[in-house]
C-alpha cells in the first residue's frame, strides 16, 4: 500500500529523517546545554500532497487513516504531530494551506529513539520540497521542536530535531544548544553503537518529562541564573532543596560529561567515553530519577558482557539502554545479552 492507494493520486514530494541515540547529554538541551546525539540507520519517510483546510495521513505503522481540520486541537495520536508541523509553518509566516501524509517508520516507537522528532523533521522536508519553502535544515529543526512543543504539548528541547535534520550516520552530533554550533564528531575507531530495547515504551507526556523540566527551571531561578548550563561548579547546587539540587547536579554535572565526552571523541579515546556514559546513567538513575529497575539492570548486564559504557537514551521513564563496544565483540555481545532476556532487540 501506499500514498496513491490511499488518497488516489501520486505524492509530490517525499522526504525521510532518522531516529537518534543520545550517546550524552540527558535532559541538558532544555536548560540550553550541551548534548552528543547520533542518528541512527533507522528512518521515518513521509510522502506528501497538496490539501486545503485540512491534514489528512495514514500511517503505515498504525494502520490507520486520520483526518482534521487545521483548526482542530491536538488528540492524543499520530497526526498532532503532522498538524503540528503545518502550524508551525503557518505560524511562521509560511502560506501551507494544508497537506496529505502517507507516513512509513522504521524507528521504533516509545523506546527512546525520538521517533517524534524523525516523524516532524521528515514531514517539513516534505512540505519543503512540496510548497518550495526557504527553509534550511536549521530552520527545519527548530519549526519541528516548535511544533512538538507548542501543539503536542511536550516541552522538548532542540536536540532530537537537530540530529533528525543535521546529523551525520556514523557521527556523533555535538550541540550547542544555546547557540546552536554544532560538530559531526567521528565515533572511536573500532567500536559500534548498541542499541538495546526491551519495548518498555513510555509517554513523555504522561510520565513526568514536564515535572523533570519544571524542577530543573525552579532550581535554575533560584541559583539566579539564565540556565543551568551557566553553573560550572556542581557544588554550587548542593545548598538547594530536595529534590531540586539533585536535578541540577544531574543537569550540571551532565553539561561537564558531554564536554570531556566531545573531547574523548576528537582523541579517538573509545575506554573514557564509555566512562562518562555509565557516570551518566547512575545520575540519570540516581539524581534525576528517570530511569527503572530493567533499565539499571539492563545496563550493568550490558558492561557485563563487555560493553566499553552504556546507559538509558532518551528522557527515560521506560524507552531503551545504548551501549558503546568493540566491534569485534558485537556477536558475543549480542548473544549473552539474548540469553539473560529473551524479549530484548538488539539494534
Known amino acids: 500500500m501506499g500514498f496513491q492507494e490511499i ?3 501520486l505524492p509530490e514530494a517525499s522526504a525521510k529523517a532518522p531516529g537518534r541515540v543520545n550517546l550524552l547529554g540527558e535532559h541538558t538541551d532544555y536548560q ?3 548534548v552528543l546525539p547520533a542518528p541512527l540507520p533507522y528512518s521515518t519517510r513521509v510522502e506528501a500532497g497538496r490539501a486545503e483546510g485540512r491534514v489528512e495521513a495514514y500511517s503505515e505503522n498504525v494502520r490507520e487513516l486520520r483526518a482534521r481540520p487545521l483548526e482542530s486541537p491536538p488528540q492524543g495520536d499520530f497526526l498532532d504531530y503532522l498538524l503540528g508541523v503545518v502550524l508551525a509553518l503557518r505560524e511562521a509566516g509560511h ?5 496529505r501524509f502517507y507516513v512509513r517508520g522504521e524507528v521504533p516507537m516509545g ?3 525520538s521517533s517524534s522528532a524523525a516523524l516532524e523533521v521528515a514531514a517539513l522536508k516534505a512540505l519543503r520540497l512540496l510548497y518550495r519553502l526557504p527553509l534550511s535544515d536549521r530552520e527545519v529543526a527548530v519549526l519541528a521542536q516548535r511544533a512538538e512543543s507548542a501543539y503536542v504539548g511536550v516541552r522538548c528541547g532542540l536536540m532530537d530535531q537537530m540530529v533528525a535534520s543535521l546529523g551525520e550516520l556514523g557521527k556523533a552530533f555535538f550541540l550547542d544548544t544555546r547557540t546552536l554550533t554544532h560538530e559531526n564528531l567521528p565515533l572511536p575507531p573500532k567500536t559500534r553503537v548498541a542499541v538495546l530495547d526491551l519495548g518498555l515504551g513510555r509517554r513523555l507526556a504522561e510520565a513526568g518529562y514536564n515535572q523533570r523540566r519544571q524542577e530543573a527551571e525552579e532550581a535554575a531561578r533560584r541559583l539566579g541564573v539564565r540556565a543551568l548550563r551557566d553553573v560550572a ?3 554550587l547546587v548542593e545548598g538547594l532543596p530536595e529534590p531540586l539540587n539533585k536535578r541540577a547536579r544531574h543537569v550540571v554535572s551532565e553539561n561537564l560529561r558531554v564536554l570531556r565526552g566531545a573531547e574523548a571523541l576528537r582523541r ?7 566512562e562518562l556514559m555509565v557516570q551518566s546513567h547512575r545520575s540519570l538513575s540516581q539524581d534525576y530519577e528517570v530511569s527503572l ?3 539499571d539492570q539492563l545496563v550493568e548486564e550490558a558492561l557485563g558482557a563487555g560493553a566499553l559504557g552504556a546507559k538509558l537514551t532518551g528522557a527515560g521513564f521506560g524507552g531503551a539502554v545504548v551501549a558503546l563496544l568493540e566491534e569485534g565483540r558485537y556477536e558475543a555481545f549480542r548473544k549473552a545479552l539474548l540469553s539473560r532476556f529473551p524479549g530484548l532487540r538488539v539494534l
Do not use: K, Q
Not at 502560506?95 to 497537506?99: C, I
Not at 579517538?268 to 564509555?274: E, I, M, N, V
Open 233 to 235: 561548579d556542581p557544588s
Open 293 to 295: 529497575p530493567e533499565l
Open 268 to 274: 579517538g579515546d573509545a575506554r573514557t567515553f564509555g
Open 7 to 9: 488518497f488516489g493520486a
Open 111 to 113: 523506546a527512546g529513539l
Open 32 to 34: 540550553e546545554g550541551f
Open 95 to 99: 502560506p501551507v494551506p494544508g497537506a
